[in-house]
């Protein structure tokens, strides 16, 4: 089993950017895919970025060209890098990742966009 420690989110005014990290406990090379999910309040959960082992790259259309996600191998790390971002963009985000013995997510980092 996966464990994660999900940091980066908080409080940021609208056009503003935020970097929300995940560290997992295994290899990154452990992994099938990688990505970040969110969800808002009264809302379903929604996969916004992926990334799989080959380095492929997919994207909601809600966030294509203003989010990025990476990862650091070294570290075991991905990283969402989130620009211009709007009120619209509050939720939170939990990392997840899909491995041979199934899809684990992390706990959750909470993004505010407000001024």
């Known amino acids: 089993q996966v464990q994660f420690a999900e940091s980066g989110g908080g409080l940021v005014q609208p056009g503003g950017s935020l970097r929300l990290s995940c560290a997992f406990s295994?290899?990154?090379?452990?992994?099938?895919?990688m990505g970040w999910s969110r969800q808002a309040p009264g809302q379903q959960r929604e996969l916004v970025a992926m990334l799989s082992n080959s380095g492929t790259t997919d994207y909601s259309d809600s966030v294509k060209g203003r989010f990025t996600i990476s990862r650091d191998d070294a570290k075991n790390t991905v990283y969402l890098q989130m620009n211009a971002l709007k009120p619209e963009d509050t939720a939170v985000y939990y990392c997840?990742?899909?491995?041979?013995?199934?899809?684990?997510w992390g706990q959750g980092t909470l993004v505010t966009v407000s001024s």
């Open positions: 997840k990742v899909d491995m041979w013995s199934g899809t684990y």
């Open positions: 295994l290899n990154i090379f452990s992994f099938d895919s």
